[in-house]
Antibody
Framework: EVQLVESGGGLVKPGGSLRLSCAAS????????MNWVRQAPGKGLEWVGR??????????DHAAPVKGRFTISRDDPKNTLYLQMNSLKTEDTGVYYC??????????WGQGTLVTVSS | QSVLTQPPSASGTPGQRVTISCSGS????????VNWYQQLPGTAPKLLMY???ERPSGVPDRFSGSKSGTSASLAISGLQSEDEGDYYC???????????FGGGTKLTVL
């Protein structure tokens, strides 16, 4: 069974940094493309970005609102996905979900971790 | 503002059939497949439909999807109270080089 467990969320001041982690199990993580998706309080879903498997280049694509501030990376031996978030803004507040990328879409989802950017 | 447009709300009574639409453009729905997600209250989203009309294992056949041109729709037949929640469409956008989600449709079972 696929399990994705996010951690690292919390309260941070505008301009600050935070690193989210996603521990994966139940599938061959090194072969998987992975996504981050976020949801502001009471709002809809927003794709943050994705990272390919290393065998397919290991490159990451980031959505325009976070490009240059957020970086997605992976540690395959640790079966862990990361989201490094710098220069945080209040509008980055929300629940951040890690997902697998299967069938060309976000397939399995974690339970999410809450990030609050506030002074 | 989402580039994939969904109605903000939909409703039906138990047993009815409801449809939720998703309208996009040539750079997203018009050239890529559409996926649908269900988010029940207080839970993480769940993949409901992929590649326009394919159901992941475990999703009942009461749910069906279709796509035509730059629009797609999700149909739910035999509506049940446990179907109440938010539904999102999504598609890759070739211009943005990223995934677009619709704004979501809140389904109420009356």
């Amino acid at each position: 069974e696929v399990q994705l467990v996010e951690s690292g969320g919390g309260l941070v001041k505008p301009g600050g940094s935070l690193r989210l982690s996603c521990a994966a199990s139940g599938f061959i993580f090194s072969n998987a493309w992975m996504n981050w998706v976020r949801q502001a309080p009471g709002k809809g879903l927003e794709w943050v970005g994705r990272i390919k498997s290393k065998t397919e280049g290991g490159t990451a694509d980031h959505a325009a609102p976070v490009k240059g501030r957020f970086t997605i990376s992976r540690d395959d031996p640790k079966n862990t996905l990361y989201l490094q978030m710098n220069s945080l803004k209040t509008e980055d507040t929300g629940v951040y979900y890690c997902t697998t990328d299967s069938f060309g879409t976000a397939a399995d989802w974690g339970q999410g971790t809450l990030v609050t950017v506030s002074s | 503002q989402s580039v994939l447009t969904q109605p903000p709300s939909a409703s039906g009574t138990p047993g009815q059939r409801v449809t939720i639409s998703c309208s996009g453009s040539t750079s997203n729905i018009g050239s890529n497949t559409v996926n649908w997600y269900q988010q029940l209250p207080g839970t993480a989203p769940k993949l409901l439909m992929y590649r326009n009309n394919e159901r992941p294992s475990g999703v009942p056949d009461r749910f069906s999807g279709s796509k035509s041109g730059t629009s797609a729709s999700l149909a739910i037949s035999g509506l049940q109270s446990e179907d109440e929640g938010d539904y999102y469409c999504a598609a890759w956008d070739d211009s943005l080089n990223g995934v677009l989600f619709g704004g979501g449709t809140k389904l109420t079972v009356l």
